[in-house]
């Protein structure tokens, strides 16, 4: 595996730790800036907003640049709105910089994706999209804990600093090492790239990546809250609970980055059946602490194991699109982010058994099996027409 490939993944663990980060930095947001819960909350709407317009945008403007200046200006842009962000006393202006960071994340996502696949050999592209993605969830294990834990002690501007200072190696290392060409499909048009949105394999890819997302972040978002009114864990016992699930999300990533090619193989099919029963038995099993941590590293394993496959699969079936293929998948992952946990705001806004979530990502996941097996045989186990 390229050694720069690991450098993106850095970068990504950073921008993946600023995007979750603000779970646990809400109510100090808050007090600090004198706004209501509900409008701190919003900031974590406004990145999800951010990485889904952003991405297809940057994608595009960028398609031309050298990718050295692509990786480096997103880079750079991320670490100025979060000085931004931890030295602002205005709302207003902190909501904005969350937007910009979310769409300059979405940018150096898109980008980062295409080079890792342009630089590995083709039977590693897979392991080098799973490479960068475990970036996201070594952000979930370590990051996101810490970020709660540092706006505990040190206020939630100690947060947005630690972020900015995370990305400063990553930032030197693309000016040192990153490749300094434009993309090398830079014969194809934007236009051509965007065609292949109406390729039924890539519209597959994106909606089982949007539906596996957006189930894994609809129980994602209510988990520390499951733990404390369902299954009555202390506080303290929750950055525990989120580092398993992040845990069993990093062996899923590794483990579907050394298996997977970007097909729909038997495995990955199985794995994607296995979702839906696995979150009904958290949902059943929730309230025993041992089922509890058992089932959310299992769920953290299969989620993002699956996951990051389909976003290979993506890669794979748009190859046509190699500037933009990148900003497919990340529009697909962030939608469902954003609908996910909107669809569980709604199952348990008018009750206090936030167990509705788990059963709102049990129906995201069974639709997303009804999805492929109605796709027939041939989509399932890969012997689609890949591009038209």
Not at 37 to 63: K, N, Q
Not at 66 to 74: D, M, S, V, Y
Not at 310 to 334: D, E, I, K, Y
């Amino acid at each position: 595996m390229p050694l720069f490939v690991y450098v993106l993944s850095l970068a990504v663990f950073a921008q993946g730790t600023s995007e979750f980060m603000l779970s646990g930095l809400v109510p100090g947001i808050a007090h600090d800036m004198s706004v209501s819960v509900g409008a701190a909350a919003s900031l974590t709407s406004a990145y999800a907003i951010g990485m889904i317009v952003g991405a297809p945008a940057m994608a595009a403007l960028s398609a031309r640049w050298p990718r050295r200046r692509a990786l480096a200006g997103f880079l750079a842009a991320f670490v100025v709105v979060h000085v931004i962000g931890a030295v602002t006393t205005n709302f207003p202006v902190l909501f904005g910089t969350r937007i910009v960071a979310a769409i300059v994340n979405a940018g150096f996502l898109a980008v980062a994706m295409s080079v890792a696949t342009a630089l590995a050999v083709p039977a590693k592209k897979a392991r080098a999209t799973a490479t960068l993605l475990s970036g996201v969830t070594l952000s979930c294990v370590a990051g996101v804990p810490a970020g709660a834990m540092l706006g505990e002690w040190s206020g939630w501007r100690s947060a947005f600093w630690a972020v900015a200072a995370l990305c400063l190696p990553a930032l030197a290392l693309v000016f040192r090492s990153a490749p300094a060409g434009a993309a090398r499909h830079h014969d194809v048009s934007i236009r051509q790239e965007t065609r292949e949105l109406r390729s039924r394999p890539v519209q597959l890819a994106l909606t089982l990546a949007a539906l596996v997302n957006g189930a894994t972040f609809a129980t994602f978002a209510y988990l520390a809250v499951i733990a404390t009114y369902v299954t009555h864990l202390p506080g303290d016992a929750v950055p525990g609970l989120l580092a398993a699930f992040g845990i069993g999300a990093f062996i899923g990533v590794t483990t579907a980055g050394r298996t997977g090619d970007g097909r729909l193989r038997r495995g990955l099919v199985l794995a994607l059946c296995a979702l839906p029963a696995g979150w009904a038995v958290l949902a059943v099993t929730s309230a025993h602490t041992t089922a509890l941590f058992i089932v959310a590293i299992i769920q953290g394993g299969l989620s993002f194991g699956v996951g990051s496959t389909l976003v290979s699969r993506v890669m794979h079936v748009a190859s046509r699109a190699p500037s933009l293929s990148g900003s497919f998948a990340t529009v697909a992952l962030n939608a469902g982010a954003f609908v996910g946990p909107l669809l569980a705001g709604v199952a348990t806004e008018t009750t206090d058994d936030y167990r509705r979530a788990v059963w709102v990502s049990a129906v995201m996941a069974a639709t997303a099996v009804v999805i492929i097996v109605a796709s027939g045989p041939r989509a399932a186990h890969g012997h689609v027409r890949e591009a038209r």
